[in-house]
């Protein structure tokens, strides 16, 4: 699964990752997300491995957002969606309540560390960006 973009969309030149996760509700695990990598790679790759699997894969752009609020309109509009697709599809309550999760604790997904309780200052866009040169020297081994 992806976004059908036009040719000159400019979602087309940013980061994409993959999702790799079961095709069906009988198989549970945590799904297991890869990249970042170009869009063209990244939908090779997700082919690739779906076709002697029976996953789901969904390719989408890694959107490297620097302010707070923006952060905060992307999640409304998720949420906003998300409550779409509920009205349309009342079979898919899982029966989990979003606002009885505590807000404030990080909860360490993976094991090995520990949980975080204490709300910390966001980064600036410019400590963000200065992060993304970070990671980029990382993923590509320039030291």
Do not use: K, N
């Not at 989408?60 to 697709?85: C, F, N, S, T």
């Not at 029966?95 to 709300?119: F, K, P, Q, S, T």
């Amino acid at each position: 699964m992806t976004l059908e973009l036009p040719a000159d969309s400019p979602v087309l030149s940013m980061p994409w990752i993959i999702t790799f996760g079961p095709m069906s509700d009988e198989e549970e695990w945590e799904p297991v997300v890869c990249g970042p990598y170009e869009r063209e790679h990244a939908l090779a790759l997700a082919e690739e491995i779906v076709a002697d699997e029976e996953l789901m894969a969904v390719v989408e752009p890694l959107q490297p957002l620097v302010e707070v609020e923006r952060i905060r309109e992307e999640i409304g509009i998720a949420r906003a969606l998300a409550e779409q697709e509920a009205d349309a599809d009342q079979d898919t309550d899982l029966g989990i309540d979003v606002e009885d999760l505590d807000e404030e604790a990080d909860v360490d997904l993976a094991g090995g560390g520990e949980i975080v309780e204490e709300r910390t200052t966001p980064p600036t866009p410019d400590e963000i960006r200065a992060g993304f040169a970070r990671i980029a020297t990382r993923l590509t081994g320039a030291h």
